[in-house]
């Protein structure tokens, strides 16, 4: 049971570190990360917050991967719930400064990635199933036959192209954050001798079946 909680704790931990994250990308004034042009996109368009749209974005995703027989788990669920809300509290509690020039852009915008860096080690080493973007690109891996790399560049390209249109902010961050994230992650997984392929992550139906005897013990 202790050890069950500690996973669902490290879970929402990741989660909460990455909307701080995301916030800080945000404040950065440089231009917003590729998912999250595309929900302040939307949200411009139908006046709702960025975190509404991230969580409407994430059950309509979880829909489509469901009905191509794609699997998820309590993380996917939480991640597509919680992300969201606290993205919408922090920017409520407006507690990150806006930046006015440059320089202190690109430092809140590093700073943020690095944030959302332990944030996703957090929430892999849950093993508690991935989010709802992870599970779109894997069902167009798995459909299409195409690298994995190359369809998460489909994802973040698709989303930044239809966020412009809808007039979400593009700028110079749009393209640190694409490229920085994969970096910060190497170093925060290589820091804390991390290898997430060694992650066993569990579908919701196992975490529901395995719950008795984590109540029990």
Known sequence: MIQFILRIFKLILGLFFCSVGIVMTMKASLGFAPWVVLYQGIASTFGLTIGKISILTGFIICFICFLFGEKFGLGTILDMI???TFIDINLSLNLIPEMQNIFSGIALLMTGLLIMSFGIYFYINA??????RDNLMVLIERKTGLAVGLCR???????VFIGWLLGGPVGVGTIL???????????VFSLMKFDPA??????LDSTLK???TFLKN
């Open 198 to 203: 060694k992650i066993k992550h569990e579908t």
């Open 177 to 187: 954050s694409a490229f920085g994230i994969s970096f910060f992650i190497q170093i």
């Open 210 to 212: 395995a719950l008795p």
């Open 127 to 132: 093993g508690l199933s991935a989010g709802p």
């Open 82 to 84: 919680l992300v969201g």
């Open 153 to 159: 560049g489909i994802l973040e390209t698709s989303a």
